[in-house]
């Protein structure tokens, strides 16, 4: 017996059906947004505990009252001096885990949350191990007793240069899975934050060589205090970014 034409009320009501099914057995890209959430929030943490370790002179010109008798040997900054390295750990260690954490929950994404996961995944490792690579060997080449030989002189150089390409890792991480991220989901806020992010890398790099062509434009002061808030400060805040948008972003994609 031939079931009677579902009216347009019944097939509303099967697809809200089915697209409740969908979003039980597919979580969506946009839950992570807590995840990069906390992740932005730990990294500036970590940025602002530099600044105040790093930076005490600046810190004392720029807010004189605030930080009057600020004496990085002595008191509170004595002990965040002795923080940051273990900050450092906890931060690498956090993301590490973070990443492990996500590969426990990319069987539950669609095929295309799926794909962007992945990449995240591996750029993150791929930063974590490349910038523990550049900063153990620049504490071992630091801790070599110091020579004056060419061909010593021409190493040291070398690794200097080596180690000086740390500061384009932002690019790898979060500027490359920005981009991708903006292009496979349709997110172009988020492809502008990737490239952005990366253009913020290359500046902060080249910023001591961009001195005598912004010198009659800023303050050399002002400027060298830019660029190293941009370096501190311009990875946690894309990943703060990141979360915000994703939050919008409709179920089930």
Not at 9 to 19: E, K, N, P, S, W
Not at 127 to 134: A, E, N, Q, S
Not at 198 to 223: D, I, M
């Amino acid at each position: 017996m031939n079931e009677p034409p579902k009216t347009l009320t019944q097939a509303v009501d099967d697809l809200r059906l089915i697209r409740q099914v969908l979003d039980q057995t597919a979580t969506s890209f946009r839950t992570l947004a807590p995840e990069f959430f906390r992740m932005g929030v730990v990294w500036l943490v970590y940025g602002v505990l530099s600044c105040l370790v790093i930076w005490p002179d600046t810190l004392a010109f720029l807010f004189p009252e605030a930080f009057a008798g600020w004496d990085p040997t002595t008191g509170v900054p004595r002990v965040l001096s002795a923080l940051l390295p273990w900050a450092r750990v906890a931060l690498w260690g956090y993301l590490l885990v973070q990443c492990i954490l996500w590969q426990r929950k990319k069987g539950t994404f669609p095929a295309l949350g799926g794909k962007v996961l992945g990449i995240w995944q591996v750029l993150l490792v791929l930063y974590l191990l490349l910038f523990l690579l550049l900063e153990g060997g620049f504490q071992y080449h630091s801790a070599l007793p110091m020579s004056s030989e060419p061909i010593s002189f021409a190493w040291d150089h070398a690794w200097a240069l080596f180690y000086y390409s740390r500061l384009f890792l932002p690019i790898l991480f979060p500027g490359i899975p920005l981009v991708v991220t903006g292009i496979l989901l349709s997110e172009r806020p988020l492809f502008v934050l990737g490239l952005v992010v990366s253009a913020l890398a290359v500046c902060s790099a080249f910023g001591p060589g961009l001195v005598p062509v912004l010198a009659t434009v800023l303050p050399l002061y002002a400027f060298l205090v830019g660029v190293g808030l941009v370096q501190v400060f311009y990875q946690p805040v894309a990943l703060l970014v990141l979360a915000r948008r994703l939050r919008r972003r409709p179920e089930g994609v």
